[in-house]
């Protein structure tokens, strides 16, 4: 992202964003609500536009033409903090539904895909369950292996763990440092402290709009260098 301004019709919204994230980079987004964090990764798979700047994503320059945004859609996979899975598919139904419509794998091709990836977040048992039949953490592992499905080359995660009851955060958070320790290019929106500390190899803190400070885990936490951002820690840690 170079230089991406974008505005909500009077307000501004992301202010100067650069951001550069290289292939296999872990990256964690935080800050206050309303600081821009999933406007900004909402842009990177153009499920939201900019008026300013610039994003080129794996090579695909965002700004280019309509067809560019079915290529993006493709290579980034994307999770959300309320699931978003389809309620009248079954599991394996909403893990089969993109790869046969946007990648046009045969059905037989997507089942073996979507049963590949419910094992790797272990629930192939549910596969033909309801979502509604299945716990938050269950349904969240599901929608990581749904965005599996499509092979992305990076994976974006918005406040993931959020909508979770405590005891079910772990579950997710370890289908996600699996997915790290394979090398998937990530970047997370979470307050999971102990996720960035364990996983990321860069922290950014946004307010108001901006990128305020980013550095490695250690530096970020034991030497914040910006006001904003010790006192944001002194709310959450
Ligand atoms: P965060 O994820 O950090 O909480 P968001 O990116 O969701 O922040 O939102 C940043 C700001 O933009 C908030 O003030 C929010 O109210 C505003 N905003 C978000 N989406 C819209 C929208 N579709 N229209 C107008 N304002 C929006
Ligand atoms: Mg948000």
């Known amino acids: 992202m170079r230089g991406v301004q974008k505005w909500y019709g009077e307000f501004?919204?992301?202010?100067?964003?650069d951001l550069e994230v290289a292939k296999g980079e872990r990256i964690v987004i935080c800050g206050p609500s309303g600081s821009g964090k999933s406007t900004l990764i909402r842009c990177l798979n153009s499920l939201e536009q900019y008026q300013q700047g610039s994003i080129m994503v794996d090579g695909?320059?965002?700004?280019g033409h309509a067809g560019n945004i079915q290529a993006v859609r493709a290579e980034v996979g994307m999770v959300f903090q309320q699931f978003n899975l389809f309620p009248h598919m079954t599991v394996l139904e909403n893990c089969m539904l993109a790869p046969m419509k946007v990648r046009k794998v045969t059905r037989?091709?997507?089942?073996?895909?979507?049963l590949k990836y419910l094992e790797r977040v272990r629930i192939p048992d549910q596969a033909?369950?309801?979502?509604?039949?299945?716990?938050g953490g269950q349904q969240q592992r599901v929608a990581i292996a749904r965005a599996l499905c499509m092979t992305p080359r990076i994976m974006l995660f918005d406040e993931p763990t959020s909508a979770l009851d405590p005891e079910m955060v772990k579950e997710v958070l370890d289908t996600m440092i699996g997915l790290a320790q394979?090398?998937?290019?990530?970047?997370?929106?979470?307050?999971?402290?102990?996720?960035?500390?364990?996983?990321?190899?860069?922290?950014?803190?946004m307010d108001g709009g901006r990128i305020v400070e980013q550095a490695p885990p250690d530096t970020f936490f034991s030497n914040p260098r910006h006001e904003r951002l010790r006192e944001f820690l002194g709310q959450i840690l």
């Open 12 to 17: 501004q919204v992301l202010r100067d964003i």
């Open 108 to 114: 037989d091709r997507a089942r073996e895909l979507a």
């Open 60 to 63: 695909i320059d965002l700004g």
């Open 182 to 205: 394979d090398g998937m290019t990530m970047l997370c929106v979470t307050h999971e402290m102990g996720f960035a500390r364990s996983v990321a190899d860069r922290v950014i803190f």
């Open 128 to 135: 033909d369950k309801y979502p509604a039949q299945l716990s």
